[in-house]
């Protein structure tokens, strides 16, 4: 009897050590699979952060380089305008008015300022303080207002911009007067234009109305804006129906066979090509074929259709997907035809969606640079474009030509139109998180 309870009882010992053997072995698996997933949490934070901190990185150096160029300093000059120089005989006449020698009244204000420099040297440094452009500013007033003339005004002049950056101190007054590009006279008659009152930072209203120019501180991005809603204005008007279209018939419409699967194919692979072969396919056939004019918005809208249709296709052709079959198999139970089923009922439930992809394609598109260096458009135009045939550059080219230039002030020009491309592109962003989260279904 004791025997065969010490068998028993060993078995059940047997059996409690193999079960708990189990367990350990279970738990040791369940831990391991813990700790794996806390690993991959933690690989995730980790991405998350330096994604952020980069950004961060890129922002920071963006703003800190580039919100000065909203500021530009300039000079308070109590100029006379001179009857016998502006308007000799009195007519008034838009031409005379235009020949007068501004310049020249503004140099005598500022001889007058300085009476005390009167050496060729001297003279041209200190007429160098003001910018070159200042001269058609004080045009424009006149022409704008010929009663001015017989009167003394205090006119306030954009400086050139190497007193603009000695402003901003990103000219250091310390180094070697060899090794800086303002002489040690210039920084006495700032100081002294300082001291009087005459010279102060002001909002630079000219880099939001001017165009692009040689001279830094006459250098804006009106022109490129103007380009870039033009360019923005055709790939819209093109690329929206054409996408929607295509998309509406390969989903709804098409037969599936090999030719629309080959479609299909084709579609995706050009959403992965590189930008630079659609303005090759832009130069080859709408400039060198068709003769359509270089550097016009119209041509770089073409080009950037090409380049927007696949993501309009594709994101449209997804969101017809997602309309759930009970809407279609419904109307189709009422009577209604195939195509009434598709555009009372199919597309306006899928149209957030298409708006949606068509928002980001045309964010693409405001950012690219590639595809219209190869139609033209990194032309130096001055004059801002007055329709869709002139020419005319972006905002990206126009970013790209000021990083290459060599003074100092278009660098926080080249950072501060960056900053306005991202809060076009943040703001096309946002719209398309609005219109998904307005007009969003849930199934």
Known sequence: MNSTSDVISGGGDAARTLAEQTMDKVNAGLAKRYRAERRFRLYGMLSISIAVLFLVILLTDIVSKGASAFRATYIGLDVFLDPAEIDPE????????????????????????????????ERRQLNALVSSGSGFMLQKMVRDDPGLIGQTLRVWVPTDDDIDMLSKGYIDRDLPEGNRRVSDLQIDMVDKLAAQGQIETRFNRVFFTNGDSRDAEQAGIWAAAKGSFYTLLVTLALSFPIGVAAAVYLEEFAPKNRLTDVIEVNINNLAAVPSI?????????????????????????????????????????AALKAVPPSIREAALGMGASKVQTTFHHTVPLALPGMLTGTIIGMAQALGETAPLLMIGMVAFIVDVPQGFFDPSTVLPVQVYLWADSPERAFVEKTSAAIMVLLAFLLAMNLLAVFLRKKFERRW
């Open 277 to 317: 072969v659609f303005g090759l396919l832009g130069l080859a056939v709408f400039l060198n074929f068709f003769g359509l004019p270089r550097s016009a918005p119209f041509v770089g809208g073409l080009v950037l259709t090409l380049m927007t249709l696949p993501t309009i296709i594709i994101s449209s052709r």
């Open 90 to 121: 009195g007519s008034r006449d838009p031409a005379q008015l235009a020949r007068a020698n501004y310049t020249g009244l503004l140099r005598a204000s500022l001889a007058e300022v300085f009476p005390e420099v009167e050496g060729r040297k």
